[in-house]
């Protein structure tokens, strides 16, 4: 295991998401690997360091006096009051404001979380030399052995006459859920493509990331979320998920 490979389990490691086996190759390398044992160690720091009692501030008392001091000198009593509730009404409006934003930014690190473990998810089929349950180029073998294992049908395209070989599939797990994962070749690489039910999704058009040096193109179609994950060049992975969405369609 190199340094990119362990770098990318770290997190899992902490989180205690490694099998056996992959627990032990990550551990035996930050063993030897100072570098990656420093790492390691500011992720568990990190993580100890986020407590609820150290994300909690609590405003001094001059905060008041502070705040009273800009309010205008004719608002007293009654009519200070009623300041200070439209002060506290503006407040809640700005609170309502920023938990959309807030909605938004969990959206944004949900996505990236489960960009992650796709990537993850494909190298492990890599290292532990997994790549499928099902080995068949034949798109009738390996689309039946879903059957009963998922809720939804996975699409099944063979594209070995469009240059992208189909080496058959197998079950894996994303978001701690069971994916299917179709496998294919392009020269000598490999491309994964998971597929997990997207329910009330519309059809979302494909993105192109990249993550940890392997490049990532994601869809949402008819009722699945898919991700085409690879090391090949993006315009070569564009060019599999056009293909495979012209071949859906047909």
């Known amino acids: 295991m190199n340094c990119e490979e362990a770098s990318l389990l770290l997190h899992a490691l902490i989180d205690g998401e490694l099998d056996a086996g992959h627990a032990r190759d990550v551990e035996a390398h930050i063993a030897i690997c100072p570098n990656c044992a420093a790492q390691l160690r500011e992720f568990q720091e990190f993580r100890n360091g986020m407590t609820p009692a150290s994300l909690r501030y609590t405003a001094p008392m001059s905060l008041r006096s502070r705040i009273e001091g800009k309010l205008p000198a004719r608002a007293a009593g009654t009519n200070r009051r009623s300041v200070i509730k439209g002060f506290a009404v503006g407040a809640t409006a700005s609170a309502l404001a920023a938990s959309g934003v807030l909605v ?5 690190d949900d996505e990236q ?4 473990e796709v990537v993850s998810a494909h190298l492990r089929s890599l290292q532990a030399q997994h790549l499928t349950d099902v080995q068949s180029s034949d798109q009738h073998t390996v689309k ?13 395209i063979d594209l070995t006459a469009l240059g992208f ?3 058959g599939g197998r079950l894996d797990y994303v978001d701690a859920k069971p994916v299917a994962a179709i496998v294919y070749r392009r020269r000598v690489h490999v491309i994964n ?19 940890y040096g392997f490049n990532v193109r994601r869809w949402t179609e008819n009722g699945l979320n898919l991700w085409a994950v690879s090391d090949i060049n993006a315009d070569e992975l564009t060019e599999f998920g056009d293909k495979f969405e012209a ?3 047909q």
């Open 104 to 108: 938004m930014v969990m959206r944004s």
């Open 193 to 211: 493509l998971f597929c997990a039910p997207a329910p009330g999704s519309s059809k979302r058009g494909a993105a192109m990331e990249s993550l």
């Open 113 to 116: 979380r489960i960009l992650g």
């Open 165 to 167: 070989t189909l080496l």
């Open 144 to 156: 039946p052995w879903f059957n009963g294992k998922l809720d939804v049908a996975p699409p099944v």
């Open 247 to 249: 071949a859906l369609r």
